[in-house]
């Protein structure tokens, strides 16, 4: 029997006007189509990154006419030369390179023990005050965040501030070296815990009471038990850290002061500042191809972590 208009709430009614329009606009018998439909707008993003890698490498064979600052109609290697020769590029590139290794390393050794805090706390109150604090971030941005180094670390900043009040001498703490990693690995933190966390989630404690039924301690269990076993976490968490770092643009600029700049930066600098669109995407293609390289290669060593899909070889 059809129950009452006044028992059928007008939301349920709603809904029943919206599932008629998916029936026409959608009819079942393309139902079987839907999930290649669902894939049309990942595959119009790839195509249009995929069709500025072409321009990029057809621009990478030109070079710029300083006389008319236009691009010439003839292909040469000229660019490439440039960059895989001159001193400039090389410091530039080893200086991403090895900053892009050292916020890895830094990030995970930070980012395991606050994603199993996080996982095996008992207190819901702690484990709150972490997922806000790990998620606060994301809301305020990066080059925000970066102000805020700039305005704790500067000569006149709160650190500085607060070793005057021991009449001790400022110091320097911005535009060098250390305090780009410091501003990356702040960065990059949330990231490796998001990837970390959910591969410690899936590990079971009663295996790490076992092991310790078994005599092992706290240290040797976290050692051989729950480290191994995270390993897809730790390996996405690392590739995610390692190539935001290597292609930060932001960090450097700001904390760097302009002389630790990134290999993003001098991208920029060909592409807006002296207008060599063909240095700039030649540039851009070696650190494209340098990435992939490297992404391959950790892939080979550690397998492909939590990108791994099942059934697959890792």
Known sequence: MKPPRSAY?????????????????WPRRFTKGLPHAMLVPVVLLVAILIAGLVEMLDSSFRVLDTNTFLMSDFYTLDNYRRALTENFFQSVATRSFIASFIVTAIT???AVPYAY????????????????ALFFPFFIGEVVRAYGWLIILGNQGLVNEFLGLFGLSSVRLLYNYSAVIFGLVQ??????VLMIAPALTAIPEELEAAANSLGANWIRTFRHVVLPLARPGLVAGGLVVMTLSLTNFAIPAMLGGGSQDFMSNVIYDQFFRTSDQGLGSALSILLVIAGSILVGIIFRLFGTGSLAIKGARK
């Open 108 to 110: 995970l050794v930070v």
């Open 9 to 25: 709430p007008w939301h349920w009614r709603v809904l029943d006007v919206l599932e008629r329009v998916v029936e026409t606009a």
């Open 117 to 132: 805090l996080m996982v095996r706390t008992q207190s819901p109150a702690l484990r709150k005050f972490l997922l806000v």
């Open 187 to 192: 960065y990059m933190l949330p990231f490796a």
